[in-house]
């Protein structure tokens, strides 16, 4: 453990040897906007830890994956993104789902599976929608977004349509097959799709020193022929800019690109989860020197921005939080009837 704690901070959030060239210079944003990704981020933090709190209350049941800690990439990436473009991701969609516009109240009721939750209490945390923001799902099967996330750019492109999509997976779904298949039609036609991998170093409970052979996953599809780079994670402008260049590559029709996001779960793989596969100083550790919140905010506070501005934020963050639990917990159940209902689209 010693050994792989200490490769880990020493790797985290920095570009493999000899590939420095793969980190494109920090996003420079006027302070509105940087002020926008510490809202985006906090939003997402506090959201989750509510979440938290009301599965301990038993008020969310089933699988409940937290994405603590992991908010500057999805943050990086779609604030990068312009209407019409797409988003899919795996399991741990919470942060991705709010990230696309989505109402805190919908998504904190759909945790809770009610009728008024984004996919009408029917898919729960793990199969969040939002077509309406580009959102296309959170999936459960390990790697599915890779493929899917193929199929709508292929669909974009097929229907002549200037958009670009973004397919999240994470460093455990990184071995399965059905990835590289998709990567290799990527490439050969060319589609418009960035693939991130979210690397938070463990998978469910298994750190990748472990299970992966060649652990620079953004070199995992060289032999295909599709580029990739690795980022800092924890550092929204440091995904921005990279986000920007990959997005702008893919939308000029150069083909696909492939990020490795070097990021970090504060909590388990899920609520069920209580890693004890890593220490205690580990997780201090990374919170301590690597928080993508408090990095911000004080590269905020260093370049003046007014301590009231960010308090201001975290006070109107609490009360959506606050607002969207409290809807969460009153909100009525679908009506049994509803059970048949979306079960059938037509094309």
């Given at each position: 453990m010693?050994?792989?704690s ?20 920090l ?7 940087l002020l926008d990704?510490?809202?985006q ?8 830890e ?9 008020l969310?049941g089933?699988f409940?994956?937290?994405?603590i ?9 779609q604030?990068a993104?312009?209407?019409?473009d797409?988003?899919?991701?795996g ?26 939750g ?12 939002n077509?309406a923001?580009g959102?296309?799902?959170g ?8 493929p899917?996330?193929?199929g709508?750019a292929?669909?974009?492109?097929y ?8 397919a ?15 990567f290799?039609?990527a490439?050969?036609?060319k ?6 991998v979210?690397?938070n ?13 060649q ?5 995992r599809?060289?032999?295909?022929g599709?580029y990739?780079?690795q980022?800092?994670g924890?550092?929204v ?9 990959a997005?702008?590559?893919?939308r ?33 550790e990374?919170r ?5 919140i ?14 009231d501005d960010?308090?201001?934020i975290?006070?109107?963050v609490k009360?959506?939080v ?7 917990r ?18």
């Amino acid at each position: 453990m010693a050994k792989t704690s200490a490769s880990r901070r020493k790797s985290a959030g920095k570009p493999a040897a000899g590939r420095k060239k793969t980190t494109p210079a920090l996003y420079k944003g006027t302070r509105a906007e940087l002020l926008d990704f510490y809202r985006q981020m906090l939003l997402i933090r506090r959201f989750e830890e509510k979440a938290g709190q009301l599965y301990g209350l038993g008020l969310i049941g089933g699988f409940c994956h937290l994405y603590i800690g992991q908010e500057a990439v999805v943050v990086g990436f779609q604030s990068a993104l312009r209407e019409g473009d797409t988003v899919i991701t795996g399991y741990r969609s919470h942060g991705h789902v709010l990230a696309s516009g989505a109402d805190p109240k919908a998504v904190m009721a759909e945790l809770t599976g009610r009728g008024a939750g984004i996919s009408r209490g029917k898919g729960g945390s793990m199969h969040m929608f939002n077509p309406a923001g580009g959102f296309y799902g959170g999936h459960g099967i390990v790697g599915a977004p890779v493929p899917l996330g193929t199929g709508l750019a292929f669909a974009a492109k097929y229907r002549n349509r200037d958009a670009v999509t973004l397919a999240y997976f994470g460093d455990g779904a990184a071995n399965q097959g059905q990835v590289y298949e998709a990567f290799n039609m990527a490439v050969l036609w060319k589609l418009p799709v960035v693939y991130i991998v979210e690397n938070n170093h463990y998978a469910m409970g298994t750190s990748i020193e472990r299970a992966t052979g060649q652990q620079e996953l953004y070199r995992r599809g060289e032999g295909l022929g599709l580029y990739g780079r690795q980022v800092d994670g924890m550092n929204v402008l440091a995904v921005r800019a990279a986000a920007e260049e990959a997005i702008a590559s893919v939308r000029a029709g150069k083909g696909p690109t492939l990020i490795e996001a070097m990021t970090y779960r504060y909590r388990g793989h899920s609520m069920s989860d209580p890693a004890k596969y890593r220490s205690r100083e580990e997780v201090q550790e990374m919170r301590k020197k690597h928080d993508p919140i408090d990095t911000l905010r004080q590269d905020l506070l260093a370049d003046g921005c007014p301590e009231d501005d960010i308090k201001a934020i975290d006070r109107k963050v609490k009360a959506i939080v606050e607002e969207a639990a409290d809807f969460a917990r009153n909100a009525p159940e679908p009506e049994p009837a509803s059970l048949y209902e979306d079960v059938l689209a037509e094309a």
